[in-house]
């Protein structure tokens, strides 16, 4: 069986850093060098011809993601050093044939991208008829975000064309081998390799793992472990940055607990003190929820202590918050779990059982819904809306792996405003 192709997206802005992490993918056993979209329409066809220069000996791919005037841009890539060109599948069947006829002429691939196509199977074969040279099972970010998943696009594309396929989106070393394995014979990875501390690594294990590929059926877990599993990973910081910089409550304080609090939120609307329904709340909640509580934002009287705290902890429950006051902190402060609130003060008040739970809630500042997800750590707590959940972990998840990137280039020497090239982008 002939080598998968391991192609990596260089999905950044700046020419600057594209040096490196080009040369130390080539390193870890990268084929093809792809000059990203973003680093396109930022850097231009220099992006292109610079790298191709760096590495005569390597296969350019430029995505250009045509839509219109077909020939032109391919001949522009194709000049510029490029060897494959991409081109969006559900453009115009006009555009589709000027491309596939300036790839022609000056002797390069046509990939044709499936992104956002209706009907893949039928768009695939009508691209292989007009003489498009490789399909790229394409699933693109926002796509990723809804979980939307390219390898099960590229199960349906698999034997629908003769020509070579390509799959994209959202792979790490795990999913490139089942892309082999499931009949791509290019494999594109950007994110887990471009940002990646240690690019050559990564590029390593993706190597390592599509030239040895088991095929199995990729098991999806349900939906809310892997909200879970990601919020893990990534920090209430990370969530604020997806969210565009929302959600976050104010006037917070961690009194207990230490590491991450995530789970899900019941709600407890009470009042001035009245800690009936804030306790009966822990019989409601399940092991991993968070007990949000609306003390009618008063800090001068605690619905919440020591007694309730423990009864949590034994429940398993994930975490409190309190818009209001708690008490006997000296005792809670041995305990494990994570509690906030925005005060602390002696007196309790009593269990009159006025109030409600579960209902939609303020908590300092954000509107809080049952089974709206919660995440907070040492720089404190963000609401989730639930319906957004899982876009918004995925969104946190790829902020984080950015970081990571930029965070060894800090450590290599540079700083933050270069590595990212601040003054280029401020507005003018």
């Known amino acids: 069986m002939k080598s998968p192709i391991l192609q990596v997206a260089l999905d950044i802005l700046d020419l600057s850093r594209a040096y490196a992490i080009a040369d130390e993918a080539i390193a870890g056993g990268a084929d093809w060098i792809e000059i990203g979209t973003p680093l396109i329409k930022s850097e ?3 992006a292109v011809r610079e790298i191709q220069k760096h590495h005569p ?10 839509s219109d005037t077909g020939a032109l841009e391919v001949e522009m890539a194709a000049k510029a050093g490029a060897k494959v060109v991409c081109i969006l599948a559900d453009s115009d069947d006009s555009v589709i044939r000027e491309a596939v006829k300036a790839a022609d ?9 499936m992104m956002n196509v209706t009907d893949p199977v039928a768009r695939a074969r009508e691209l292989e008829e007009m003489g498009v040279h490789i399909i790229n099972a394409h699933v693109g970010i926002d796509q990723q975000m809804i979980g939307k998943d390219s390898l099960e696009l590229l199960e349906q594309l698999t034997g629908a064309v003769s020509i070579p396929i390509a799959a994209a989106g959202g792979l790490d070393a795990a999913r490139a081998a089942q892309a082999v394995a499931h009949g791509a014979a290019i494999v594109i990875i950007g994110g887990t390799i471009i940002r990646s501390a240690d690019v050559t690594r990564s590029t390593r294990e993706i190597r390592s793992a599509i030239d040895a590929p088991v095929k199995s059926t990729f098991r999806k877990i349900d939906r809310n472990e892997e909200i879970r599993q990601m919020l893990t990973s990534v920090s209430s910081s990370n969530v604020s940055d997806a969210m565009h910089r929302k959600g976050a409550m104010s006037g917070l304080t961690r009194y207990a607990g230490e590491g991450k609090m995530i789970g899900q939120a019941v709600t407890v609307q009470t009042f001035a003190g009245d800690w009936a329904k804030p306790v009966e709340a822990i019989d409601r909640a399940q092991p991993g929820d968070v007990i949000v509580i609306n003390n009618s934002h008063d800090r001068t009287i605690a619905p919440w202590g020591e007694l309730a705290t423990l009864s949590s902890q034994n429940k398993g429950v994930a975490g409190i918050v309190i818009d209001g006051a708690v008490r006997d902190l000296d005792d809670i402060l041995e305990m494990t779990t994570p509690l ?3 005060a602390a003060v002696p007196n309790a008040g009593e269990p009159k059982g006025f109030g409600e739970i579960n209902p939609e809630i303020r908590c300092c500042g954000q509107k809080v819904r049952p089974g709206d997800w919660i995440i907070g750590d040492a720089s404190g707590v963000v609401v989730i809306p639930k319906e957004h959940a899982y876009e918004i972990s995925r969104r946190a998840v790829e902020g984080y792996k950015t970081e990571e990137r930029l965070r060894e280039e800090i450590r290599r020497g540079s700083t933050l405003s270069v590595v990212m090239d601040l003054l280029r982008w401020e507005k003018r």
């Open 44 to 46: 231009g066809m220099s």
């Open 57 to 66: 000996d390597t296969t350019i791919i430029a995505d250009m993601k045509i």
């Open 105 to 113: 002429l000056y002797g390069v691939q046509l990939m044709g991208d």
């Open 340 to 342: 906030y609130a925005t």
